[in-house]
């Protein structure tokens, strides 16, 4: 079993220098003896979400091992909002403290490398391999990886994602308060954004980016409201380093705008759960029971990957997670 001591010993200056260079990059690489431990847990993600149930593991003595990606689905976005003690942080600066507070605790250890496949053994234990051709024993395995956004083919879309172009008036609506904005979406979607962001500002505008597809309701409704509904197809977005300033529609007219909300398609960002078997919701999330495990025994999801997409959310679900498997695996201990 590798202890704390060694592991720290096989950092390397080339894995230092990333950890200084991104506060979620691992600075030292495992031991060798490490791939003949049977951890406790693997957690696949080592975001928000990812960091916090380990946390609750590691205070629970837990043997934990983190591998992660490095690709957290808000690092466009540079600043976080509606979490207490953190809003207006730095998404970053959230994670390297949450990873320093982590890394205290002696029996959680941090990897930087992506996850290739998992494998449920015949005694119920699961092997993970990574890109780099090892493999790691667990009793359980913990999917913290979180959406993909796959952005829409829209000139200039992706460089204002994440900031100009929201997809949360919670996290980022306070911010663009009484401004020009735009809802780049259709039908319920853009209806329900319009209900929200309308008590925001009153300077509100539905792009549908082709024929509306409101029922005759909501469209009573959003005229009750004052909000205007454009049908006009988008050639592409003026923007400055990411900060939209104008949308630009095919016949080459255009309409000023400071902020857009859009909710572009989303898949998991990891497939390794589906070819294992777990379930999704209608929604394309990881369906998970109260302990937080999903359809397949021994396998747990947190944050983005299962429930609403928020920072504090992602906290939260951690934590609710590590707790669970550390009650199943003291019930495992104590009752047989």
């Known amino acids: 079993m590798v202890s704390r001591r060694d592991f720290l010993k096989t950092s390397t200056l080339a894995s230092s220098a990333l950890l200084l260079a991104n506060p979620l990059l691992s600075f030292a690489s495992l031991d060798e003896k490490s791939e003949q431990e049977l951890f406790d847990v693997i957690i696949v993600g080592g975001s928000y979400s990812g960091l916090s149930a380990a946390l609750a593991l590691g205070r629970s003595l837990r043997r934990v091992l983190i591998l992660d990606s490095n690709e957290p689905c808000n690092r466009m976005a540079t600043h976080s909002h509606n979490f207490l003690t953190q809003d207006g942080n730095p998404p970053g600066g959230i ?6 507070q982590v890394e205290k605790y002696e ?25 780099q051709n090892k493999n790691y024993a667990s009793k359980y395995v913990l999917f913290a990886t979180g959406m993909k956004d796959e952005m829409l083919p829209i000139k200039g879309y992706e460089a204002c994602w994440g900031k100009s172009i929201l997809h949360c008036p919670y996290c980022h609506g306070y911010e663009e308060r009484h401004k020009s904005t735009t809802i780049l979406a259709n039908g319920d979607v853009a209806f329900h954004y319009a209900m929200l962001v309308s008590n925001l500002t009153d300077k509100l505008t539905i792009l549908t980016n082709g024929t509306a597809l409101f029922k005759t309701e909501q469209q009573n409704i959003l005229a009750k409201n004052k909000v205007q509904v454009i049908q006009k197809q988008i050639k592409e977005l003026n923007h400055q380093n990411g900060k939209v300033s ?40 990881l369906k998970i029971n109260a302990k937080q495990e999903t359809t397949i025994q021994g396998i747990y999801s947190c944050g983005d990957t299962s429930s609403f997409r928020s920072v504090a959310t992602a906290v939260a679900t951690g934590s609710a997670t590590g707790m669970s498997i550390n009650a199943q695996l003291c019930q495992n201990d104590f009752m047989n």
């Open 95 to 100: 994670g390297k403290l949450g990873k320093e």
């Open 107 to 131: 029996t959680v250890f941090f990897h930087l490398t992506k996850v290739n496949s998992v494998e449920k053994q015949e005694n119920q234990t699961f092997t993970v391999t990574t890109d």
């Open 246 to 285: 104008e949308i630009i529609f095919q016949d080459n007219t255009t309409l000023f705008t400071e902020a857009i909300y859009s909710r572009p398609p989303a898949k998991q960002h990891c497939d390794i759960p589906e070819k294992l078997g777990c379930e999704l919701t209608e929604q394309g999330l």
